[in-house]
């Protein structure tokens, strides 16, 4: 048995919350498997893994800035991260060839670092960072502004991480992955922005992509059940235009607008308390 497993033998769920799931199970709920309930010691593994992740962002925001290219921050992401002993989980994940996802103005996740894509002055850009640690996963994103940002750019990133914030609200105990999605919804679009349907937050932490999908849109009630002990990610892709997607055709990886209008996103990944939520990834 390897130690994740050892752990889910030694680390039993608490009987009040099997009891409760058990409830929920009789309402019809969908109940989360038992291996979506991370344990004490899985948690402090995710923990150190996340404050990694924080770490890199941190290095990301002390030097990205104009004139510099995306291969420069996958640079930094790749070399910070490998110095502290831990691996970049985009690294081949799937076959994607980089470090990190760089998502520049009217692309929405998933671009790729390179050498020929400079950052200038007015753009928006997601830096998306999923780091290994001893095994355990985290992932968190966050937006930049380089130099002088329109007003509507701006105002689409603050209102981008509200989204995050309203929807980690949501995030309670008992409450479900539908509530989350719902809440995210209802906000951004009573700001004129639309939701990115076809990509989602995920459970995290012993793999890079976990049960549930957490989508951003929703209805109150619905979906998995959130456990205390799960953790996942809630990471919107807002956009300032229409909701459509295209996917790249030439790297059949980076995410755009298909309308060409802007599009930000902000994520954390967050463990499911008994009380709330906690941030992992600040
Ligand atoms: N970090 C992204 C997420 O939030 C996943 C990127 S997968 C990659 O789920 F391979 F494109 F990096
Ligand atoms: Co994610």
């Not at 899985?42 to 992740?53: F, P, Q, V």
């Not at 060839?97 to 928006?124: A, Q």
């Not at 295209?246 to 996103?265: I, K």
């Amino acid at each position: 048995m390897n130690e994740i497993d050892e752990i889910f033998a030694r680390e039993p769920i608490p009987a009040h919350i099997l009891e409760r799931m058990e409830q929920c199970r009789k309402r019809r709920m969908i109940v989360p498997d038992e291996r979506l309930i991370k344990r004490p010691s899985h948690i402090e593994g995710i923990r150190a893994s996340s404050r990694i992740n924080t770490g890199v962002l941190d290095e990301v925001a002390k030097h990205i800035k104009a004139g510099m290219t995306t291969q420069d921050i996958d640079d930094i992401v790749r070399e910070y991260t490998n110095s502290h002993g831990a691996v970049c989980a985009p690294y081949h994940f799937e076959g994607y060839p980089k470090s990190v996802c760089t998502s520049i103005n009217d692309e929405v996740c998933h671009g790729i670092p390179s050498r020929l894509r400079k950052l200038h002055d007015g753009d928006i850009v997601n830096v998306d960072v999923s780091t290994i640690y001893n095994g355990y996963y985290s992932d968190a994103s966050r937006m930049f502004m380089i130099g002088e940002v329109s007003p509507q750019r701006k105002r689409l990133v603050e209102e981008t991480k509200r989204c995050l914030e309203i929807g980690m609200e949501a995030a309670q105990p008992w409450n479900t992955v539908g509530d989350i999605g719902y809440a995210i919804s209802k906000y951004a679009r009573s700001r004129g922005y639309s939701v990115v349907r076809e990509l989602g937050g995920h459970g995290v932490g012993l793999e890079f992509h976990e049960d549930p999908f957490v989508a951003h849109i929703g209805r109150k009630h619905t979906g998995m059940v959130l456990v205390p002990g799960m953790i996942i990610t809630i990471e919107p892709m807002i956009n300032a235009g229409r909701a459509g997607v295209v996917l790249d055709p030439y790297n059949d990886w980076t995410v755009s607008t298909a309308d060409g209008s802007d599009s930000a996103q902000w994520e954390h990944s967050i463990l499911i308390t008994e009380t709330g939520n906690e941030i992992l990834t600040y």
